[in-house]
């Protein structure tokens, strides 16, 4: 009854289309004074509908208000009426008139719309979920909803909140571009693509056409940034323009974050200015491989500090406000001098993050050797451990439920074996046998972060970089 007119040949958009007009009942109330209280009588009897005021002015005029029905309660019909209803009547408090309820375009949701324009065969697959980047819907139309897209468009530019602009998405996610962008057409709205995204209470501000950001990974970002403890230093090889940097740098963690992308760096250059992390937080611009042992050997080198200042504590109240002085002092009260506090970044990190799925696994040869002739600074002569790996990759999961123990324990296996491969063998050649079980053993958590598409999901594998890897010293630098 109250669904919007069906028409499943429409092409182009016609909001003037969706009209319905529904006759209901009406209680008109004789004295508007009442009408809350009678409200509250009537519940039951009132209109079961969402977003439909049920106090609406009395359809005969006079300046009285009225409480719509539920449809069932007909106004020329008593036996329609509930005892509470009659009773009211009787006592002359409302009186049962017809009420033609108007419903139009401006009613009805995106999903209500878009049911009666896609095939009914389709509708239980209907695009209903988007990524949201400030004010842009990223839309990823499966083909059999390419004939809709601009509809599509235009209802959701009209339906969601804070929504100027919609995009579909034409390819994969870095399989045109080492940068992870994607391309994209433009189907509805204001074509700006300058974004300010809120993530973890930071700001982000970038031209989401030209940086990799994915919305879905908020609660990943939160959950990893959540290890760090403040003072410690960590290495964020893939960086983007910041979500796991900035937050961890406002925990006080010393990071060193890098993109290969020129706009993903100009951007995280932005938000550690925005969000005030410049003492813990430096931006690079150079290939993952390289800065992995670049900033390893810097950070062995060189010493960095941040100075904070400590809020003094209060001093308690002498209890009494009455000088005990005649004369009243006219120099300004003294300042204390402002207490300071520095943290020193430690000479090792004690996290790596590698947030490129597609690619990640394949930069862990930069690994090998990287503290050689630096045992002692580690266990056993020291309480620091090796860093923990965060390397993020996908994994097929085809003809495998993905919830499924037997699906954790394949995908534990495949991990194992292709990390082991890559720690095996450096970029020059160099090879040694890395086995998977001391991955294995290795501190090694899995995590199923999303699922990407069907048989394909996204995990981030944590692991303690072994130490016949870290410390082999057959390799050139």
């Not at 409302?94 to 033609?100: D, E, F, I, K, R």
């Not at 760090?228 to 893939?238: I, K, L, S, T």
């Not at 941040?306 to 109240?317: I, T, W």
């Not at 207490?339 to 090792?348: C, D, Q, S």
Request: aromatic letters at 8%.
């Amino acid at each position: 009854m109250f669904r919007p007119p069906v028409n499943r040949l429409m092409k182009v958009l016609d909001r003037s289309f969706f009209q319905k007009t529904i006759p209901i009942s009406a209680a008109q109330v004789n004295d508007n004074r009442r009408i809350m209280s009678l409200k509250t009588e009537l519940k039951q009897e009132l209109l079961p509908l969402d977003r439909v005021l049920l106090v609406q002015p009395a359809p005969n005029g006079h300046g009285l208000k009225a409480l719509l029905l539920k449809p069932e309660i007909k106004a020329d019909d008593t036996s329609t009426w509930s005892q509470k209803l009659q009773d009211l009547v009787s006592a002359e408090e409302v009186a049962l008139t017809p009420y033609n309820l108007h419903l139009d375009y401006d009613y009805w949701n995106y999903h209500e719309i878009m049911s009666v324009i896609i095939p009914e065969d389709d509708s239980e697959e209907l695009p209903t979920s988007f990524s949201s980047v400030g004010h842009i819907a990223h839309l990823n139309l499966r083909w059999k909803f390419q004939p809709y897209k601009a509809i599509i468009a235009n209802v959701l530019l009209d339906k969601a909140s804070g929504i100027r602009t919609v995009i579909n998405k034409i390819d994969t996610v870095g399989s045109e571009s080492d940068y992870r962008t994607f391309s994209y057409e433009f189907l509805a709205g204001d074509p700006d693509m300058m974004v300010e995204a809120n993530a973890n209470k930071c700001i982000f501000r970038f031209d989401y056409s030209k940086v990799y950001w994915n919305p879905r990974l908020h609660t990943e970002h939160h959950r990893l940034v959540d290890l760090f403890q403040p003072g410690e230093a960590v290495c964020d090889v893939m960086a983007g323009v910041g979500p796991f940097a900035i937050p961890a740098g406002k925990k006080r963690v010393f990071v060193w974050a890098n993109d290969l992308n020129p706009e993903s760096y100009s951007s995280l250059q932005d938000a550690i200015k925005t969000n005030k992390v410049s003492k813990f937080v430096q931006a690079s611009n150079e290939d993952g491989r390289i800065f992995i042992r670049s900033t390893a050997q810097a950070l062995l080198r060189t010493t960095t500090k941040a100075s904070l200042p400590v809020k003094p504590p209060r001093e308690p109240s002498s209890g009494n406000s009455i000088s005990h002085s005649n004369h009243r002092s006219t120099s300004p009260p003294s300042r204390a001098p402002q207490i300071r506090r520095v943290l020193t970044a430690p000479r090792t990190f004690s996290h790596y993050i590698m947030n490129l799925p597609a690619t990640a696994i394949t930069f862990l040869p930069s690994f090998i050797g990287l503290y050689a002739g630096h045992e002692t600074l580690f266990s056993p002569y020291t309480e620091t451990p090796l860093p923990l790996i965060h390397m993020y990759c996908f994994v097929s999961t085809k003809d495998i439920d993905a919830d499924s123990s037997e699906c954790a324990a394949a995908v534990r296996t495949q991990l194992c074996r292709d990390i082991a491969a890559q720690l095996s063998c450096d970029e020059f050649g160099h090879a040694a046998t890395v086995n998977p079980a001391t991955v294995n053993h290795g501190q090694l958590v899995i995590k199923d972060v999303r699922d990407v598409s069907p048989g394909k999901r996204m995990y981030c594998a944590s692991f303690r970089l072994p130490a016949e890897v870290a410390f082999r010293r057959d390799v050139e630098t």
